[in-house]
C-alpha cells in the first residue's frame, strides 16, 4: 500500500542549530502539505506546494523555516535556527488533484529542541 | 487561518455510553473531514461531508454538517476502547487553494 514517507522520525537538537525534514508523498499526489503539530492540539497548516509552486506559506516563520519540492516530487523542511519552541511533531501529507479527497499523512517527525 | 474550534476538548467515558463532539467556526467550508488520530500516528480520514445538511453514518459513527456548512458533529453509538484517540475535524476553504484547516482537537478515552 502507498504511503506517505517521512524522515527523520525523531530530532533532538540544541536551540540555534539547524534542522532538516524530508518527505515523499505517494506518487502521483500533486498537492503536498507540511503541517505543526503541538501534543495534543491539532495541526497547523505551515506550508502547501501544488506540484514544485507554493500556494500557501502565510503561517511559514520565513525569519527562519524555509521549504522546497524543487521536482514536484518530495520536499524537504528546514528550520534555522531552532529555537524551544519549535519542538512539535512536523507532519507531511498529499493529496490528489481536487480539494475534497483524503490526505494521507506520514507518521512525522518529532522535533525536540533544548 | 480560519479557525475551526472542537469541544469538548478532553473526554473520558465508560465503554457503551454514547458522546457527541461538535466543531463549531465562522468561516464557510467546501466540505468537512473527520480524521482520527492515534499516539505516534499521523491523522487518518473518517469522512468526508461536502452538502450542508448532509449526515453519513459510518458503523456506530454518524457526521453532520451544518446547514449553513460552518459546523459539524460526530457522533458515536455505544463507545469501545478501541475508539481512543485524538478526533479532527478539518475544512476546506472556498478560496479553491485547496487548503486544509484542522480543528483544535478532542481527544477521547473510553474507559473498557
Known amino acids: 500500500e502507498a504511503e506517505v514517507a517521512q524522515s527523520p522520525r525523531y530530532k533532538i537538537t540544541e536551540k540555534s542549530q539547524a534542522v532538516a525534514f524530508w518527505c515523499d508523498p505517494i506518487?502521483?499526489?500533486?498537492?503536498l502539505y507540511w503541517y505543526r503539530q503541538i501534543l495534543g492540539q491539532g495541526p497547523e497548516l505551515l506550508v502547501q506546494f501544488q506540484d514544485e509552486s507554493v500556494v500557501d506559506d502565510s503561517q511559514l516563520p520565513k525569519d527562519r523555516f524555509s521549504a522546497e519540492r524543487l521536482k514536484g516530487v518530495d520536499s524537504t523542511l528546514k528550520i534555522q535556527p531552532a529555537e524551544l519552541g519549535d519542538s512539535a511533531m512536523y507532519l507531511c501529507?498529499?493529496?490528489?488533484?481536487?480539494?475534497?479527497?483524503?490526505?494521507?499523512f506520514g507518521e512525522g517527525s518529532r522535533l525536540t529542541v533544548l | 487561518t480560519q479557525l475551526l474550534e472542537q469541544s469538548p476538548q478532553f473526554l473520558s467515558i465508560q465503554e457503551g455510553e454514547n458522546l457527541t463532539v461538535y466543531c463549531n467556526s465562522s468561516s464557510v467550508f467546501s466540505s468537512l473531514q473527520w480524521y482520527r488520530q492515534e499516539p505516534g500516528e499521523g491523522p487518518v480520514l473518517l469522512v468526508t461531508v461536502v452538502t450542508g445538511g448532509e449526515v453519513k453514518k459510518l458503523k456506530r459513527l454518524t457526521f453532520q454538517f451544518g446547514d449553513a456548512r460552518k459546523d459539524s458533529s460526530l457522533h458515536i453509538t455505544a463507545a469501545q476502547p478501541g475508539d481512543t484517540g485524538l478526533y479532527l475535524c478539518a475544512g476546506g476553504d472556498q478560496t479553491g487553494a485547496n487548503n486544509l484547516f484542522f480543528g483544535t482537537g478532542t481527544r477521547l478515552t473510553v474507559i473498557p
Open positions: 501529507a498529499s493529496r490528489d488533484r481536487g480539494n475534497t479527497g483524503e490526505l494521507f
Open positions: 506518487s502521483g499526489h500533486a498537492t
